[in-house]
């Protein structure tokens, strides 16, 4: 097994890291909805980060799985939410392309090109991990649908053009389908959805009442939720990535400081307790990283990789936490101050535990590979 990159990777990871460092790490501390990046956005997707899964042909870069976790981890650096929000578009505009027509797959160009924004919208108010059991509904008429529900915790809902809306279809195969859906339509109300951190992720709740669409909003008359639980088999890994980014983040600059600050005339680094404790969580991020990267690189090859998804989206972000809250605590009253961020971060990759997938439905997930399904004990 090939550990190294290619110098291609190499030169796109540390184009992404050069710029990240530069114009993100410590100019984000202000950063929300309102006072939204616009600029730093615009210059990411000029770099290519909302094609990373879309194919030349559409404007996009094509990556493989193994390179697009490495734009994600750099990103991961600077800030959490603008990484979510890069993936959530990404996610969106994949399905969209795989599955569309002609219509679906100009919407996922213009994505791609930066001229429009669109959010990827599956979970509900009563049904987070239990997602499969929808209450968001597709009515059948003469020339389209009636589309009527609430999807919340939506990452970009506010700041979106189009969403990718999975609703229940009634009647027929009663079966969930994927709708492209203009945000502008009579009868959709966004609301910003506050949360602890990740504040320019454009987090929103959409409120669908009775909305009407035409036939061809419908993407695919494939399930849905099949497509996005094969995407998830990826996505959970470049979530862990860019989690494990914000930690080695905090770890390099934890490194810094240690060195430069003196207790007791001597530099804090020349310490056992602090030279363990990161000695400890650098060794812990790395671990993680590699089973992230393995993720990765079996999905690329077209092997089974749904265990280790679900091993990685649990346990890399659980290591996240940990780590960026011990180089809080490294840095003393520093850390917990405003002034260097590391709190930020904290916050940042609590949600992390959350997205796609709680710890607990990881390990479900885990058990079901390993154990077979008529262990599980739910019904399905």
């Not at 189009?162 to 009634?170: D, P, S, V, Y």
């Not at 008359?221 to 914000?246: C, Q």
């Not at 530099?267 to 991020?285: I, N």
């Not at 290591?319 to 961020?341: I, K, P, Q």
Request: charged share 25%.
């Amino acid at each position: 097994m090939e550990f190294g990159l290619t110098e291609t990777q190499q030169m796109i990871q540390s184009q992404i890291r050069d710029y990240v460092l530069e114009n993100v790490v410590g100019e984000n501390l202000d950063w929300d909805d309102v006072d939204f990046p616009h600029d730093v956005y615009d210059d990411l997707i000029d770099m290519g980060v909302l094609g990373l899964h879309l194919p030349e042909e559409a404007g996009g870069e094509g990556f493989e799985p193994v390179t697009a976790g490495l734009v994600y981890e750099e990103l991961g650096r600077g800030d959490v939410g603008l990484t979510m929000l890069a993936l959530s578009e990404n996610l969106a505009t994949k399905i969209v392309w795989e599955h569309g027509d002609g219509h679906h797959r100009e919407v996922a160009e213009r994505v791609c090109a930066g001229e429009e924004h669109i959010c990827f919208a599956l979970t509900e108010p009563d049904q987070g991990s239990d997602a499969r059991n929808l209450d968001t509904t597709a009515e059948p008429t003469d020339d389209g649908f009636v589309l009527s529900g609430e999807k919340t915790a939506i990452t970009g809902a506010t700041l979106a053009d189009w969403g990718l809306i999975l609703a229940r279809e009634t009647g027929g195969a009663d079966d969930i389908r994927g709708y492209l859906i203009d945000l502008d339509s009579d009868g959709i109300d966004i609301q910003p959805y506050a949360g602890l951190g990740c504040e320019v992720s454009g987090w929103g709740q959409i409120f669908i009442d009775d909305v009407e669409i035409p036939a061809e909003a419908r993407i695919s008359e494939e399930n849905a939720f099949k497509m996005a639980m094969r995407t998830f088999d990826k996505s959970r890994a470049w979530i862990a990535l860019y989690a494990l980014g914000a930690a080695q983040q905090s770890l390099d600059e934890t490194a810094t400081y240690l060195t430069d600050r003196e207790a007791m005339g001597n530099p804090l680094a020349s310490y056992q307790g602090p030279q363990f404790e990161h000695a400890e969580w650098q060794t812990r991020v790395d671990a993680a990283r590699l089973k992230a990267y393995q993720t990765l690189w079996k999905a690329g090859e077209g092997e089974p990789h749904t265990k280790d998804a679900a091993m990685t989206k649990w346990y890399a972000p659980e290591v996240a936490v940990d780590t960026v809250r011990s180089c809080l605590v490294l840095h003393g009253h520093y850390g917990y101050s405003d002034d260097f961020g590391i709190g930020k971060r904290l916050q940042d990759v609590l949600g992390q535990q959350i997205a796609d997938g709680a710890p607990h439905v990881q390990k479900l997930i885990v058990a079901r590979e390993t154990f077979g399904r008529e262990y599980l004990s739910y019904d399905r």
